[in-house]
């Protein structure tokens, strides 16, 4: 498709103003942690199992550590100090640090060094295990044909990890070429993991590193059957969004929905949490190859599609200096955007086109993921039909990379079996017909879509400059993002982040921050 005016020097002037926000809060990020983050190294280290109540091993042992005052030492220093004093394992050691009757407060005994010394076995064994999960997964991707982009992406959602299993096969034998499956509701604000396989769930299906594995079967299997390689897709955001991409990492997930600012926004977890998690998350995530999907489609849910466009733009910018601090690759950023302006607003579609295209313009090796309409739909089925091919027109002609399919069904139900098959039917019937339109156009230098998009962009770097003066925390604050509005010390979470003594040191962490 011929391009839409883009002036390269107020992009550039984007990322740097990008770089400055995601700067003022790396510095908070660098001297504190939570515990989620601490959690997920215990994971990593090799901790693992529930008490008789259910309740993780590594919940209990990182609980203990923030009531005792201590966990700005990091859970991997107490670790370490078990290990030197009589722990026969890992898991030896978070047991006594969880159960033990004497409080430790990593004070006398073993110093620093022996400490980082003891563990460095353990970190380099959490940096093989995720190695080696990339190395399989991507080994088995390469084995197969590429997959054409727009990439079809559709999601199960029955509660029940052995239905969603199956209903994931269906999805792939009817076009499917990556598959989500959506985490129970609210599983987001639980602040621990649930163990094992689960059978219920509403509005979705706990994400568990046993469901990651069932689901990764299936897929494989699918795979074998297809002779085309399925990706699977869960989600690493809130309270838990750290432990949930070690999780990925290790059972050789190929997506995660990861967004710097989505869970403050829309699940009112504390700013600070959610930043010093999405952090370590991202350490994992860019170890393990794994594609981010950042959640931008969702400000123009909650704010005017057309009034704010330039937010999600905006925000695209910051997700990707949050994710380049963070170590991901940029062909690994999934920036997210969607097709929610009112379709009854004359000349809407061609605004979709210019937002669409533009982005593609601005993010040229970025994996740009496209959601489909949602806000606008009813229970009028045929309409919605006809809305999702309009979105999938945009798609295949601006060459969106991921395409989350639409279903006409959406204001009605879950999808069926039969509602994602004739999905997939008619996104295929669009990509094939359409499928080199992008190549044949050319638009007016002084049309409606190039006028939109380069209003688009102006405003987004008027609004990066306002962020970068007043900072992103005070941005959020005022409802810059989604018209939503969140406080530094409010929200969920909050209570979970600690300031990192000046000890702190974990070589787990130390090796993630070392890998280019």
């Known amino acids: 498709m011929a391009n839409v005016p883009v002036d390269v020097e107020k992009v550039a002037r984007c990322r740097a103003l990008a770089r400055e926000i995601a700067t003022d809060v790396q510095a908070y990020i660098d001297t504190h942690t939570s515990v989620g983050a601490e959690r997920t190294m215990l994971r990593a280290y090799g901790a693992d199992g529930v008490d008789d109540r259910g309740a993780p091993l590594v919940n209990l042992a990182v609980d203990r550590l923030r009531d005792n005052g201590v966990l700005g030492l990091g859970a991997a220093h107490f670790m ?9 394992s890992v898991q030896d050691a978070a047991e006594r640090m969880a159960f033990a009757p004497e409080t430790d407060r990593g004070e006398g005994g073993p ?7 003891v563990l460095e076995p353990f970190a380099k064994a959490a940096l093989t295990r995720i190695d080696d999960a990339r190395d399989a997964r991507d080994a088995l991707k390469a084995s197969f044909a590429a997959t054409p982009t727009p990439q079809k992406y559709v999601i199960v959602a029955t509660g029940n990890i052995y239905d969603d299993a199956l209903q994931a096969k269906a999805a792939a034998f009817g076009g499917a070429d990556i598959v989500a499956v959506i985490r129970a509701t609210a599983q987001s604000l639980l602040d621990y993991v649930p163990f094992g396989a689960t059978t219920e769930g509403y509005g979705g299906t706990f994400a568990t590193q046993e469901n990651f594995k069932i689901i990764r079967r299936a897929t494989d299997e699918a795979s074998a059957k297809e002779k085309r390689y399925i990706q699977q897709t869960n989600y690493s955001s809130g309270l838990c969004m750290a432990e949930i991409a070690w999780m990925a990492a290790v059972e050789r997930l190929d997506m995660l929905l990861n967004d710097a600012m989505y869970g403050i926004l829309f699940r009112d977890i504390n700013m600070c949490r959610n930043f010093v998690d999405q952090y370590f998350a991202r350490r994992f995530i860019a170890r393990a190859g794994i594609t981010i999907n950042t959640g931008e489609d969702n400000y123009l849910t909650t704010a005017d599609a057309v009034d704010g466009a330039h937010t999600v733009i905006a925000s695209q910018f910051i997700n990707e200096a949050f994710a380049l601090r963070a170590g991901v690759k940029e062909e690994k950023m999934g920036l997210g955007h969607a097709y929610e302006i009112n379709p009854w607003i004359e000349d809407s579609f061609l605004m ?23 806000k606008h739909k009813t229970g009028d089925i045929f309409q919605s039909h006809v809305h999702d091919a309009m979105f999938n027109l945009v798609g295949i002609a601006t060459n969106q ?24 039917k008619a996104t295929k019937y669009m990509f094939t017909t359409a499928k080199h339109l992008g190549e044949e156009i050319e638009f007016k230098k002084d049309g409606r879509i190039a006028k939109r998009a380069i209003q688009v962009l102006d405003e987004a770097l008027e609004l990066l400059a306002q962020v970068q003066t007043e900072t992103i925390w005070d941005a959020i604050g005022r409802g810059a993002f989604g018209d939503i509005k969140r406080t530094r010390t409010g929200g969920k979470g909050y209570k979970g982040v600690a300031e990192r003594d000046a000890r702190y040191h974990d070589p787990l962490l130390a090796l993630l921050e070392a890998d280019k």
Not at 80 to 88: H, V
Not at 111 to 117: C, F, G, I, Y
């Open 401 to 424: 990379s991921i395409e989350l399919l639409g279903m006409f069904s959406e204001a009605v139900h879950n999808p069926m079996l039969m509602d994602r098959y004739l999905s997939l």
């Open 80 to 88: 370490g100090r078990k290990l030197l004093l009589g722990a026969s």
């Open 111 to 117: 110093s620093d060094a022996e400490v980082r010394a």
């Open 352 to 374: 979709e086109i210019a937002q669409a295209q533009l982005i593609r313009q601005l993010f040229p090796v970025h994996p740009i993921k496209w959601m489909p309409p949602t």
